[in-house]
């Protein structure tokens, strides 16, 4: 009988302690940006928000703990085949956040498992429309692809997906060396092409050389002999124009009285200081017929008529 009482005491004490358990259980403290989902007898309730709450025992049960915060989620590497049938090995990270608990919790069963496979299979259906070379350029294509196919199901798994990045696109040792063997080339291309140019540059400056001294040179003589025929012009006038000048002051000289006698006079000295050097040696001359007869010399010149005309 004892042993009876002591079983069931037992028993009555831990129906207590499992009551009190289900009771403490019952009340809830929800941190901030977290969600708890409430089933009532199996059917979804509510959602409890950040804060203090308190539920019925053996009646409302938590099922879901959702956490709202933006997530990093990593994306496995897959092997994927590029549109030219070049293998390669891809890997992401997936950034989304819950915005609806209640379908983050019944819409899909695993909402991170399910976007990372269908990031993966929108990862490979974009990579096998594009060739080698282009997955290495559209790094930011795939990942806007990726995102917008996920963007169509997030109403239904109650997510957001915020962005995708491809972290490693890996290919086949085999493929990286044709590659480096292509970019050697291409650099060795480029570096041939940038000679040349520097050449051709150079014979096109060195001719430009030339060709801006060869035009200051031709300048430069244009511009001397335009200055020479300036001076020459400048002489040939200021000679004429004393000349004009002399030829005025004589015939004005000769319109003086006793004009006709001092220019003779001065004629005179001149042609005996002429007759002087008839001697001298390499002297070449023309004389009139007589030189004895000097007057008729004179009439030659025809002073007169000169005096006569300056009158005029």
């Known amino acids: 009988m004892e042993a009876i009482n002591t079983i069931s005491q037992f028993l009555l004490a831990l129906f207590a302690i499992y009551l009190t358990f289900k009771f403490l259980q019952s009340l809830r403290l929800v941190p901030n940006q977290y969600a708890h989902i409430v089933e009532r007898l199996g059917n979804y309730h509510k959602t409890l928000g950040p ?17 709202l915060r933006e997530e990093t989620i990593e994306v496995e590497p897959q092997e994927c085949f590029t549109k030219d049938n070049v293998k390669v ?7 989304l956040s819950v915005m609806d608990p209640v379908n983050a ?27 080698l ?4 350029e559209e790094r930011a294509k795939m990942s806007k692809e990726v995102v917008s196919v996920l963007s169509e199901i997030e109403r239904l798994w109650g997510i957001k997906v915020h962005r995708y990045e491809i972290k490693n696109i890996h290919t086949p040792r085999t493929v990286q060396k044709a590659m480096e ?30 060709r801006a001294e060869m035009v200051n040179l031709s300048e430069a003589e244009m511009q001397r002999r335009i200055n020479e025929a300036e001076g020459w012009a400048n002489e040939i006038e200021a000679i004429a124009e004393a000349t004009a000048v002399s030829i005025e002051q004589v015939a004005d000289a000769l319109s003086q009285p006793n004009g006709t006698e001092a220019m003779q006079l001065q004629l005179k000295e001149r042609y005996l200081g002429v007759l002087s050097g008839l001697g001298r040696e ?3 001359i023309i004389l009139p017929k007589d030189l004895s007869n000097f007057d ?8 007169s008529d000169l005096n006569e005309n300056s009158k005029k």
């Open 133 to 136: 070379d282009e997955t290495f």
């Open 89 to 95: 090995e891809v890997d992401g990270v997936l950034y």
């Open 181 to 210: 063997r292509q970019m050697t080339a291409e650099r060795e291309r480029r570096a041939v092409i940038a000679r040349s140019e520097g050449v051709r540059d150079s014979n096109v400056n060195d001719a430009q050389g030339r």
């Open 282 to 284: 390499n002297n070449q």
């Open 296 to 303: 008729a010399v004179m009439d030659g010149l025809s002073l």
């Open 51 to 67: 804060g203090f709450h308190a539920l019925i025992p053996f009646i409302d049960k938590v099922v879901y703990k959702q956490d």
């Open 105 to 131: 919790s019944y819409g899909v069963t695993d909402y991170r498992y399910a976007a990372v496979q269908l990031a993966q299979t929108t990862t490979r259906s974009v990579i096998g429309q594009m060739d």
